[in-house]
């Protein structure tokens, strides 16, 4: 999928009667974008992001907020941090919803939107510093942010419903 040929435009400005029958393949996905998005907008809870290609329209979707992420050891060494410095937090964006047309799945569509997410995310680190780019990933889904060059938390505990991971936001 070619990153040239979409355009992302804010739930802010988009009316919501254009989705017309998007769906991602998950049902509460599909029921945050039409019934609770715009709520969470307003409420500053997530910013939402609608993704839009050229030829097909609504492709998918994002949501982002603030937050930040405690650092392991390992972490910090990783980062190139502090080691030695105990509790110290991250200040992070964090992707709290990605999802893409059920009917173009498998198409480096998701790879592409994370790319777009990326670089925003490395804009706006660039005037409120956020070091990383975030995402408590559905384990079924983490393969997916693993080859998006993801990388997990150490911390993750093995029974978790989802593994948290995370993106080094430093080099972008
Ligand atoms: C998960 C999702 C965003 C992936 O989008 P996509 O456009 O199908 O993914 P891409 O085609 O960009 O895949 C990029 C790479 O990740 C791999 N991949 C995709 N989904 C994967 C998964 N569930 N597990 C492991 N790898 C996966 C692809 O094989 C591809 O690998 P390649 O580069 O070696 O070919 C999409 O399937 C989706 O919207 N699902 C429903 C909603 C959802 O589950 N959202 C995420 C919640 S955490």
């Given at each position: 999928m070619d990153k040239s040929q979409l355009g992302v435009i804010s739930l802010k400005n988009?009316?919501?009667?254009?989705?017309?029958?998007?769906?991602?393949?998950d049902k509460s996905l599909d029921r945050f974008i039409r019934d609770e998005a715009t709520s969470f907008e307003k409420n500053l809870f997530s910013s939402t992001w609608i993704v839009i290609h050229e030829?097909?329209?609504?492709?998918g979707y994002f949501s982002l907020c603030n937050s930040s992420l405690e650092l392991q050891e390992q972490e910090r060494m990783v980062l190139d941090?502090?080691?030695?410095?105990?509790k110290l937090r991250a200040p992070s964006i964090l992707l709290t919803k990605l999802a893409v047309s059920k009917k173009l799945h498998g198409k480096n569509l998701g790879s592409t939107i994370i790319k777009i997410v990326t670089e925003m995310a490395a804009k706006y680190s660039a005037l409120m510093s956020a070091r990383l780019l975030i995402v408590d990933a559905v384990n079924d889904k983490a393969g997916f942010y693993e080859k998006c060059n993801f990388e997990y938390c150490v911390n993750n505990k093995k029974d978790n419903k989802t593994a948290k991971m995370y993106l080094d936001l430093l080099h972008i």
């Open positions: 988009f009316d919501l009667n254009s989705l017309n029958n998007f769906t991602c393949g030829n097909y329209g609504v492709v941090l502090d080691a030695s410095k105990n």
